[in-house]
């Protein structure tokens, strides 16, 4: 496809960069010569067409079946929009008067359009409004549209099925506070025979008001009634209240450099996201390989992989992974539900969503297994030993989760990428920006001093600080978009999982638990070939009742004091729970899953269709940290 020069179609111009590129791969370009119908009165309206070069006569039949001449449009000009707002038959023919170059959109895409770009909406009401004012038959380009008419979309709008949840509203919420005062009042009836059983076998009130909070707060996630970070923020406010713990204890979480470290990369994430910084990359990377549908797939996933340290935000990639595979799927003539497209959205998921657990700064999560680690630990932790650690199990993951997709859902039959629409949409975002600069230079240089970090001794809390306060500086992100973009709800939680990780940690109950647990785990703990693989199908169990942030709490602080004993480096532990809480057998279980599922709009795949990878992955992990185990050896993190 040549470029599109979009300042000169009316329609589109108002679309930013990144709307633009994201449309070239949904307009297809066509030919027509001199003389050729291109619609007929009558026909369904299938399109929407936009004159590039040459010129279209707009007639149309009247009652007598008289052909008569209406109007006549070039460049820049669209035809066809009528028919697909009002869902009626063409009330017009159009021919082309000389040779000439159209971009067709489909159905579909014009709605995509409309519900996305409210600039476009605009426009075409205003075009509508003149032509009915330069015609008063009400014709589609002058054509007689007087049996027609325009939906009412304020009565459409009131009939959308969201308006029934808004009218169902009151009775749905009066359920739900019913369920979340019986939940509440059947924990706390839990919680006080839990805490008189846990006091009559000799713990102390610290301790048994720890673990009985921990215990309700398990229950709590698992039953879902309340929001998780409602849950999460009583933890460490009870046990103040309970006279167990000190406040600037409780809350150390949000005065520690983890917190810190995570408000830094979450600002680097949301300026390259408001950028199109994360577009472009995958543009250039895609690009790279051979067309065909296996390199691409393999891009695909790759890019995700090499793109990780730079966006750091496993649900923000996902995110914006969706419309690209949406894309991809489009120039590969994909339809949605078939093997190719199954297989591209989940090569995106693999790339962009499963990979995280590689890099210290591949999302929030990572930094929250880190900050309940014990504190010797946390501070031997850096950017690159991280990633020394994690490279065999993370390749090992990504190689065999990829030839699983490609074993269930290769298409018979292959198709090449279209290289010029990537070009096209290269064009579209036209010149980096200052923006993009900004944010790509700041992304480089932090994770230089990341990976340094060992030679001038900076702590990454305060790397990822110092980028947040020059994306900030120079314009990048502004006040709104530090409100906005930045997910405070999770900083939030974090702070309080830490700051009660800690507690427990400090407090001597880990180490309680752990002489109570040691017994149990003598038999599994014997061959580290056995006990990880173990430790991952346990959490991978228990992430079918609990959240994400929670299954890695229970996790650590259940496990880990046993890692000494079992002569296995408490990391090796943390880096087992990351690669195995992200399962998505049912979808509530992996929120990266379900941001890929929302952004691709369901349009791509079903849940049913993925499900039998979701089995599969259960397998691609184990088999992942049982080839670990070796290069664990080998650098003396498992005796």
């Given at each position: 496809?040549?470029?599109?020069?979009?300042?000169?179609?009316?329609?589109?111009?108002?679309?930013?960069r990144?709307?633009?590129?994201?449309?070239?791969?949904?307009?297809?370009?066509?030919?027509?010569?001199?003389?050729?119908?291109?619609v007929?009165?009558?026909?369904?309206?299938?399109?929407?067409?936009?004159v590039?070069?040459?010129?279209?006569?707009?007639?149309?039949?009247?009652?007598?079946?008289?052909?008569?001449?209406?109007?006549?449009?070039?460049?820049?000009?669209?035809?066809?929009?009528?028919?697909?707002?009002?869902?009626l038959?063409?009330?017009?023919?159009?021919?082309?008067?000389?040779?000439?170059?159209?971009?067709?959109?489909?159905?579909?895409?014009?709605e995509?359009?409309?519900?996305?770009?409210?600039?476009?909406?605009?426009?075409?009401?205003t075009?509508?409004?003149?032509?009915?004012?330069?015609?008063?038959?009400?014709?589609?380009?002058?054509?007689?549209?007087?049996k027609?008419?325009?939906?009412?979309?304020?009565?459409?709008?009131?009939?959308?099925?969201?308006?029934?949840?808004?009218?169902?509203?009151?009775?749905?919420?009066?359920?739900?506070?019913?369920?979340?005062?019986?939940?509440?009042?059947?924990?706390?009836?839990?919680?006080?025979?839990?805490?008189?059983?846990?006091?009559?076998?000799?713990?102390?009130?610290?301790?048994?008001?720890?673990t009985?909070?921990?215990?309700?707060?398990?229950?709590?996630?698992?039953?879902?009634?309340?929001?998780?970070?409602?849950?999460?923020?009583?933890?460490?406010?009870?046990?103040?209240?309970?006279?167990?713990?000190?406040?600037?204890?409780?809350?150390?979480?949000?005065?520690?450099?983890?917190?810190?470290?995570?408000?830094?990369v979450?600002?680097?994430?949301?300026?390259?996201?408001?950028?199109?910084?994360?577009?472009?990359?995958?543009?250039?990377?895609?690009?790279?390989?051979?067309?065909?549908?296996?390199?691409?797939?393999?891009?695909?996933?790759?890019?995700?992989?090499?793109?990780?340290?730079?966006?750091?935000?496993?649900?923000?990639?996902?995110?914006?992974?969706?419309?690209?595979?949406?894309?991809?799927?489009?120039?590969?003539?994909?339809?949605?539900?078939?093997?190719?497209?199954?297989?591209?959205?989940?090569?995106?998921?693999?790339?962009?969503?499963?990979?995280?657990?590689?890099?210290?700064?591949?999302?929030?999560?990572?930094?929250?297994?880190?900050?309940?680690l014990?504190?010797?630990?946390?501070?031997?932790?850096?950017?690159?030993?991280?990633?020394?650690?994690?490279?065999?199990?993370?390749?090992?993951?990504?190689?065999?989760?990829?030839?699983?997709?490609?074993?269930?859902?290769?298409?018979?039959?292959?198709?090449?990428?279209?290289?010029?629409?990537?070009?096209?949409?290269?064009?579209?975002?036209?010149?980096?920006?200052?923006?993009?600069?900004?944010?790509?230079?700041?992304?480089?240089?932090?994770?230089?001093?990341?990976?340094?970090?060992?030679?001038?001794?900076?702590?990454?809390?305060?790397?990822?600080?110092?980028?947040?306060?020059?994306?900030?500086?120079?314009?990048?992100?502004?006040?709104?978009?530090?409100?906005t973009?930045?997910?405070?709800?999770?900083?939030?939680?974090?702070?309080?999982?830490?700051?009660?990780?800690?507690?427990?940690?400090?407090?001597?109950?880990?180490?309680?638990?752990?002489?109570?647990?040691?017994?149990?785990?003598?038999?599994?703990?014997?061959?580290?070939?056995?006990?990880?693989?173990?430790?991952?199908?346990?959490?991978?169990?228990?992430r079918?009742?609990?959240?994400l942030?929670?299954?890695?709490?229970?996790g650590?602080?259940?496990?880990?004091?046993?890692?000494?004993?079992?002569?296995?480096?408490?990391?090796?532990?943390?880096?087992?729970?990351?690669?195995?809480?992200?399962?998505?057998?049912?979808?509530?279980?992996?929120?990266?899953?379900?941001?890929?599922?929302?952004?691709?709009?369901?349009?791509?795949?079903?849940?049913?269709?993925?499900?039998?990878?979701?089995?599969?992955?259960?397998?691609?992990?184990?088999?992942?940290?049982?080839?670990?185990?070796?290069?664990?050896?080998?650098?003396?993190?498992?005796?």
């Amino acid at each position: 496809m040549q470029n599109i020069d979009f300042d000169n179609i009316p329609l589109l111009k108002n679309l930013n960069r990144l709307e633009r590129a994201g449309l070239v791969p949904r307009l297809v370009r066509e030919e027509r010569s001199i003389g050729e119908i291109i619609v007929n009165q009558g026909d369904r309206g299938e399109a929407l067409y936009i004159v590039l070069a040459g010129t279209v006569g707009v007639s149309r039949f009247d009652s007598c079946r008289e052909k008569q001449a209406v109007a006549t449009l070039g460049p820049g000009e669209c035809f066809g929009e009528m028919s697909l707002l009002a869902g009626l038959p063409r009330s017009a023919s159009v021919e082309a008067k000389t040779a000439v170059s159209l971009l067709r959109l489909s159905r579909n895409n014009f709605e995509k359009l409309l519900q996305s770009n409210p600039t476009v909406s605009y426009h075409l009401a205003t075009l509508l409004a003149r032509r009915f004012g330069e015609d008063p038959t009400g014709s589609e380009n002058g054509a007689d549209t007087s049996k027609n008419h325009i939906p009412d979309l304020t009565i459409e709008a009131a009939h959308h099925p969201g308006s029934l949840i808004s009218k169902g509203g009151v009775a749905i919420r009066g359920l739900f506070a019913n369920s979340a005062v019986i939940s509440l009042l059947g924990t706390l009836l839990i919680c006080a025979f839990s805490y008189t059983l846990l006091s009559h076998q000799g713990l102390s009130k610290a301790h048994a008001v720890l673990t009985t909070l921990l215990f309700g707060a398990t229950i709590l996630w698992s039953l879902d009634v309340f929001s998780y970070h409602v849950v999460t923020i009583a933890l460490p406010l009870i046990a103040v209240l309970f006279g167990v713990a000190a406040p600037e204890k409780a809350f150390s979480g949000f005065s520690s450099p983890s917190w810190f470290l995570v408000l830094g990369v979450f600002a680097i994430t949301a300026a390259i996201s408001r950028t199109g910084l994360m577009y472009r990359l995958v543009l250039l990377i895609v690009r790279r390989f051979p067309p065909h549908y296996g390199m691409q797939t393999f891009a695909l996933a790759l890019s995700g992989l090499l793109l990780t340290p730079v966006i750091p935000s496993s649900n923000g990639r996902a995110a914006l992974a969706g419309p690209l595979a949406a894309t991809i799927c489009e120039t590969l003539r994909f339809r949605k539900g078939s093997r190719g497209a199954i297989g591209i959205s989940l090569s995106c998921l693999l790339g962009f969503g499963h990979m995280s657990f590689m890099f210290m700064n591949g999302t929030a999560t990572c930094f929250l297994a880190l900050g309940l680690l014990p504190p010797d630990v946390i501070s031997r932790v850096t950017w690159t030993s991280w990633l020394v650690s994690s490279l065999p199990l993370a390749l090992a993951y990504f190689l065999i989760s990829f030839v699983m997709i490609m074993f269930l859902y290769r298409p018979k039959l292959e198709r090449q990428n279209r290289a010029q629409v990537i070009t096209a949409q290269l064009k579209a975002l036209g010149p980096m920006t200052r923006q993009e600069k900004v944010s790509l230079v700041t992304v480089v240089v932090s994770l230089v001093a990341f990976a340094s970090q060992s030679l001038h001794q900076i702590n990454g809390a305060w790397i990822a600080m110092l980028s947040f306060l020059i994306l900030f500086a120079s314009g990048v992100l502004n006040e709104k978009s530090v409100r906005t973009d930045i997910d405070w709800n999770f900083l939030i939680s974090f702070g309080a999982l830490v700051g009660f990780g800690a507690l427990i940690s400090t407090s001597g109950l880990t180490d309680v638990a752990a002489a109570k647990i040691r017994p149990w785990l003598l038999g599994a703990s014997g061959s580290p070939f056995f006990f990880l693989p173990v430790v991952s199908l346990a959490t991978q169990l228990i992430r079918f009742a609990l959240p994400l942030p929670a299954a890695l709490l229970v996790g650590i602080l259940s496990i880990v004091p046993l890692s000494s004993t079992i002569g296995i480096h408490p990391f090796v532990i943390a880096l087992v729970l990351l690669v195995s809480v992200n399962p998505w057998i049912v979808p509530y279980q992996n929120s990266i899953y379900l941001n890929m599922l929302e952004s691709t709009e369901g349009k791509l795949f079903t849940h049913k269709q993925a499900r039998p990878l979701a089995y599969m992955q259960a397998g691609a992990v184990l088999l992942a940290i049982i080839s670990a185990i070796p290069w664990w050896r080998f650098i003396g993190m498992i005796r």
